[in-house]
């Protein structure tokens, strides 16, 4: 059997399923991954910009950072894609465990998904340093100042996980109950590089794990079936 008719059979079969995603789900929306050929991590910029995504280079060279967030990062332009719309009619139909991302785009929440648990917090969700005052993207990415800054005076900091800082504890346990309860797991668009997201498939106790990744990653021989393709074409044959 073709390993699109396997995972199609899979799913049907399946009712908790958890998909573990990173940023290889959003780059048919146009939004660079971090360590593909073209990836973020490969280009060449002032500082390594796997420097420039830490706790204290945002501490200490926060205008440079900034300068690279918003030409960088923003992409409250981009669309869901054919990935986020398939997840949620799973959702829709009652199949869907969560979703589990590492991405920190939103796209899950431009097609109302609503079981997104988001590792590595998320671009729309920004606050002041100093006072704690929520800010929207919006005002962030349109900011004229070199640095964001809150009515008060403070530095505002988008609520997105850097290298240095610790994943939410509340989201880690959420994260791993779905992983524990779940009856397929699909690992999708991640190099499965990053700690501790990375240690979260551990947790697994179903039969298959399906994996469905470009390029091939350290953790493939973990996959029962493993699909090297783009996700888009993947979900355009599973639908014919
Ligand atoms: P990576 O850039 O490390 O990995 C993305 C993977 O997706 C690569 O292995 C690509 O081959 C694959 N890929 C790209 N486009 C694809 C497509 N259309 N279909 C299928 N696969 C595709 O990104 P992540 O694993 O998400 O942290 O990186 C993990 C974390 O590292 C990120 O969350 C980020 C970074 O530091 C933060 O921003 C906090």
Redesign the pocket.
Known sequence: MDTIKQLKRLIECSHKIVFFE????S??SGIQ????QD?LYRMQYQYPP?QI?SHSFFMKNTKAFYQFYKEKMNCTNASPNIYHIYLKELEMQGKLGAIIT???DGLHDKVKNQKVLEL?GSIYRNHCLKCGKGYTAEIVFSSREEIPKCDCGGIIKPD???YEEMLDEEVIEQAIQKIVEADLLIV???????YP?KSFIQYYRGKELVM????S?DCDSLATLMIHE???DVLKQLKK
Not at 33 to 36: A, G, H, K, V, W
Not at 212 to 215: A, D, F, R, V
């Open positions: 990173g940023a290889g789900v780059t048919e991954d971090f360590r593909s990836g796997e995504l590492q991405n920190i590595h997105v996980v850097l999708v668009g991640t190099s499965l590089k990053v997201a469905i990744n470009l390029e990653t783009k996700i888009g």
